[in-house]
């Protein structure tokens, strides 16, 4: 029996025997299409060869594709668990021919694969067409022998293909497999009736061939295309179940092998509980797809691709959970997912440390409010049954959602089993509701949100820091004035300006604006109230300004070169990012200061030193380089297939604005550059640490900055040198000196300290009386920090064997209370009673358990006073 991973193989190596170049999977996040949310089949990545905007070196190919089908039609989320073949993650099989082969050929391979190389019987295929292809049908009989009435026609819904509205399309032939009788799952559903293309899993569809030879027009017509193309898909996990005469995808070897992992985590088997085998099921699945995610460099957040991994991680939790699992467990199903997937997908392994620690440290997360979210779940659905009710409120899901994490699906998920379904109507409106205040959160209160214009301001300061313009508008703190005179602050706006507006990261421009008449504004910051506007915001220091004037406008040229290095610096240093931890690495957030550069990314888990050593190494390589600076305005998807980095949920115009650095960086980015990478001179990095969950941040210096930077670290070297009589040099190795010497003394300290103890506590020991039958010991120690006096309590609690010890301790203006029971004496004496009352007595508060309390207070002069009374207590207690 063929394994799954011989399988691939098999499969690869019959279509490289047909001339096709095998061609790697391309990674989950499309790389060329930031409209898609994942990859999705196998044609993904030869979309643009389908659509005529690219060449490939070849006009054959075949691969394995991973893909994800979570999202838009192709959604299959809700059913996994629930059967036992559908899946988020899968494998996707295919051939390609681009202008090359068509019909013939590609009806032939499948054939020959199927029944020659894998020896499935003919007698249960059948081949579909669409309506009116009688090509296809024809070559079917002729190649395949099967009777005509296993090759059967069907129409738009199963067999005819299209890429989207418009575009590439064809008919389409699928080949499926009768499994017989036992393997129907609507048995006793009256009036079933198994056929092809019908809605029972006793005929499965193995491969789908697509003839693409149409191209779709907006008026729905179609016509020719100059080439045709074949594009086919077949499942792995679908194929390798019928190969290894399974009826269930979870039961082929490599998820089988998932599931005895969970098996040994929960201590149950799959196989015996219907409902804990669904639960197995969402696990190996899961595990599967978010493995692969973040392989492929998504990391758990509250939107796009990172909430989606969020979601998958979030209810495998939830499911292990339900199999008894309290403690975080994924991580290590993945670490079966990269053992038993990592020969054909090497990225599992190379990122299986990262792997598993984003998961282990989601895991945790949500762990922490899953319990409480359950609960609140649990008694809600109470209610619902004891009032004969079917909805939860879209109010309840909303808490969930807002307070305790939990994804709309996982609360759905939940409440399927008891028949209820979520108010979603409510639900959106309340989500509707917290957007709207998060817009309201961020709108500008001050001038900003009143300036309206109906005509932009062009931006041209790309080529020059000086321009002639005149003024449209004024506003001041109570809106549009027609002038301002001498000391108002106000948002100056001008037809066209060379002043960059804050955006992007990058900060706005200073300078200054000069009238005709020797007015002058000065300038202390440029924003975009809208994205067509630039408003320059400053103050009026001599004479007065009028719209309608003449004026001259002058950007601070130092102030815009230092913005200018850290831009090119940080498009250098996103790139080294990426190279050096991994594509998983984009940008979530930015500051481009003329005095430094901010940038935080998606990362889990500080950064070794040896590793930012590494990163500020290759930046400065790339800056000596002194690679040229190249910005070009291209349509976005000419940009994108040359390689410019963009993130899906980011909102581009169909002309972008590409800054490509050397070979290593580009990037859409509206800012301002350096012509050449030298000009930035030197990068030095200043600190890095985490901001959020899974978010890093860096922040650097360029240019004269850094080199101010290392000054003040020669500086403090120097000055630390003079501190230990020493030089820069050997100040290191004397303050080494210096703190072993320290640590040695404290060693001695604390033996002396040990030996004074030892003779305290046989003091004390002496002072002990019997109360009742107890041993009682009530005493000042002064000059004792909390610990010390817990450790002499603990001491003499001991040595005492049966007894009640309640010591107090002055010094540095405070006193320490503690009293320790033996547990044979805790039905008769309550430390922590003791404690509450001297403590009030003290100017203080405490408490504890009855066999131990500990407290504090602030009146010294009343310790005697609160000892006296600590006796009464204990004598009163019989």
């Known amino acids: 029996m063929l394994t799954g991973n011989e399988i691939r193989k098999s499969f690869l190596d019959f279509f490289a025997k047909q001339g096709h170049t095998v061609v790697k999977s391309s990674s989950l996040v499309p790389e060329k299409d930031p409209t898609l949310l994942f990859t999705n089949a196998g044609m993904v990545q030869f979309k643009n060869v389908f659509l005529g905007q ?86 079917w009989l002729k190649i395949s022998g099967l009777p005509a009435e296993r090759v059967r026609r069907f129409g738009d819904k199963e067999n005819f293909w299209e890429m989207g509205e418009t575009g590439p399309c064809g008919p389409c032939s699928e080949i499926h497999l009768d499994r017989g009788p036992a393997a129907c799952d609507m048995r006793e559903v009256p009036g079933h009736q198994c056929r092809v293309n019908g809605d029972c899993a006793r005929y499965i569809e193995l491969w789908n061939l697509v003839f693409i030879q ?20 077949m499942g792995l996990e679908r194929i390798t179940a019928v190969l290894q005469n399974v009826l269930s995808n979870y039961d082929i070897d490599y998820m089988r092998a998932l599931t005895r992992t969970t098996e040994r985590i929960a201590g149950k088997k799959y196989g015996v509980d219907p409902q804990a085998d669904i639960s197995f099921r969402v696990i190996d699945d899961h595990a599967r797809a978010v493995s692969f995610l973040i392989a492929d460099g998504v ?167 000086r321009a002639e313009s005149s003024v449209l508008a004024i506003y001041g703190s109570h809106g549009a004035q027609p002038e301002a005179v001498e000391d108002d602050e106000i948002d100056l706006l001008t037809a066209e300006t060379p002043f960059y507006g804050e955006s992007g990261g990058q900060v706005g421009d200073r300078g200054t604006i000069t009238t005709a008449r020797g007015d002058v504004i000065e300038v202390f910051d440029t924003q975009h109230p809208t994205p067509q506007l630039i408003a320059h915001r400053g103050k009026v220091k001599k004479g007065r300004v009028q719209v309608g004037d003449k004026v001259f406008l002058q950007v601070d040229p130092k102030y815009r070169q230092k913005t200018r290095l850290n831009h090119s610096a940080t498009h250098i240093l996103h790139s080294v990012l990426r190279q050096e931890l991994g594509p998983h690495v984009r940008q979530a957030g930015s500051l481009v200061a003329p005095d430094r550069l901010r940038f935080d990314f998606n990362h889990t888990g500080a950064i070794a030193e040896e590793k930012l050593e590494a990163i500020e190494t290759a930046v400065n390589q790339h800056v000596r380089e002194n690679a040229e600076v190249s910005i070009r305005e291209l349509k976005y998807d000419e940009a994108i297939r040359e390689g410019a980095l963009a993130f899906f949920g980011d909102k581009y115009g169909d002309r972008v604005r590409v800054v490509k650095i050397g070979d290593f960086s580009t990037e859409l980015c509206g800012g301002t550059h350096v012509r050449s990478s030298g000009e930035i001179g030197l990068f030095k990095l200043h600190f890095e640490g985490g901001v959020a969950a899974g978010v890093r941040r860096v922040e650097a210096f360029t240019g004269e900055g850094a080199l101010a930077l290392i000054h003040s670290y020669e500086d403090r070297l120097r000055e630390i040198g003079a501190l230990v009589r020493g030089t820069p040099e050997d100040a290191a190795d004397k303050v080494r000196r210096l703190l072993d010497h320290q640590k040695e003394l404290e060693k001695e300290i604390e033996k002396l300290r040990g030996q004074f103890e030892q003779d305290q506590v046989r003091e004390l020991l002496a002072k002990q009386r019997a109360v009742d039958g107890a041993k009682v ?93 600590a006796e009464e207590l204990v004598q009163a207690t019989k």
């Open 54 to 139: 690219q060449r490939l070196p070849y006009v054959r190919a075949t691969s394995a594709q991973k893909c994800l089908r979570i999202s838009g039609k192709h959604n299959d989320l809700e059913a996994v668990g629930r059967d036992t073949y559908h899946h988020t993650f899968f494998e996707m099989l295919g051939n390609w021919s681009f202008g090359d082969y068509y019909k013939a050929e590609a009806i032939a391979w499948a054939w020959d694969l199927l029944t020659r190389e894998w020896q499935l019987p003919k007698d249960r295929l059948y081949a579909t067409v669409y309506l009116n292809d009688d090509e296809a049908e024809r070559l």
């Open 299 to 465: 990391m758990p957040s509250n939107e796009g691709r990172g909430y989606v991994l969020r979601r998958l991680l979030r209810r495998a939790a939830r499911h292990g959970r339900l199999l008894g699992v309290q403690e975080p467990f994924l991580h290590e199903v993945a670490k079966t997912v990269s053992t038993v997937m990592g020969d054909a997908y090497p990225e599992l392994r190379t990122e299986e440390e990262r792997i598993r620690e984003v998961i282990r440290t989601e895991e945790e997360r949500f762990g922490e409010t899953l319990e409480r979210g359950l609960v609140l779940l649990e008694d809600a659905t109470a209610k619902l049954k004891s009032e004969k009710k079917r909805f939860l409120s879209g109010e309840i899901a909303f808490r969930l959602y807002d307070t305790y994490g939990f994804p709309l699906d996982l609360t759905e998920d939940i409440l399927s089993n008891e028949g209820i379904a979520v108010d979603e109507a409510e639900f959106e409106q309340l989500m509707e509701a917290q957007r709207s205040r998060g817009r309201e959160a961020r709108e500008v209160t001050t001038m900003e949100s009143k300036i309206q214009l109906e005509r932009p301001v062009y931006f041209i300061g790309y080529d020059q820091l």
């Open 214 to 233: 149409y191209n779709r027009k907006e008026n729905r017509d179609l016509e020719e295309l100059p080439s045709k193309h074949v594009d086919t898909g």
């Open 777 to 869: 010991l009530i005493s000042q120690v002064d000059n004792l920090d909390a610990k010390q006096l817990r450790e002499i309590a603990d001491r003499l609690k001991e040595k005492l064997g049966s007894g009640i010890v309640v010591l107090a301790s002055a010094g540095a203006g405070n006193v320490n209370l503690v009293a320790t029971v033996t547990k044979d004496l805790t039905k008769r004496y309550h430390a922590g009673n003791i404690i509450k009352e001297l403590a009030a007595m003290l100017g203080g508060g405490g408490g504890g358990r009855p066999e131990f309390a500990q407290a504090g207070g602030k009146h010294a002069g009343k310790i005697s006073e609160a000892l006296r009374r």
